[in-house]
């Protein structure tokens, strides 16, 4: 079974970095995808970033684009990728979650904004992020 594994949250100033981290096992196809989410209080799940394992392509969310750099690389039986996060912004307070999405049928800016959390078909626990002013 596909289990997801995300960490690297935190408290940081405004201004500041974080890297999270999602280590994904049980992925028995090089065919999917693997996403940040992210939920405020109050507030829906927002897409923030997306590599396709094909062909290694990255997407952002326009709110995160220039900041943020999504990675991967393999560590023994997982498969990790990492969301790098730099000048952080109080706006930017949520907790974040790592899916699979088990299709690599994300080749375009379009297909990744139409892609809703309810599409992913596994989910890891969420980390903490907040960002003080």
């Known amino acids: 079974d596909v289990q997801l594994q995300a960490s690297g949250g935190g408290l940081v100033q405004a201004g500041g970095s974080l890297r999270l981290s999602c280590a994904a096992s049980?992925?028995?196809?090089?065919?999917?995808?693997i996403a940040w989410f992210r939920q405020a209080p109050g507030k829906e799940h927002e897409r923030v970033s997306l590599i396709n394992n094909e062909d290694g392509a990255t997407y952002y969310a326009d709110s995160v684009k220039g900041r943020f750099t999504i990675s991967s690389d393999d560590d023994d039986a997982n498969r990790m990728v990492y969301l790098r996060m730099n000048s952080l912004k109080p706006e930017d307070t949520a907790v974040y979650f790592c899916?699979?999405?088990?299709?690599?049928?994300?080749?375009?800016?379009?297909?990744?904004?139409?892609?809703?959390?309810?599409?992913?078909?596994?989910w890891g626990q969420g980390t903490q992020v907040t960002v003080s002013s």
């Open positions: 899916a699979v999405y088990l299709s690599s049928d994300v080749y375009s800016e379009y297909d990744f904004a139409a892609l809703g959390w309810e599409a992913f078909d596994y």
């Open positions: 049980g992925l028995t196809s090089d065919n999917y995808a």
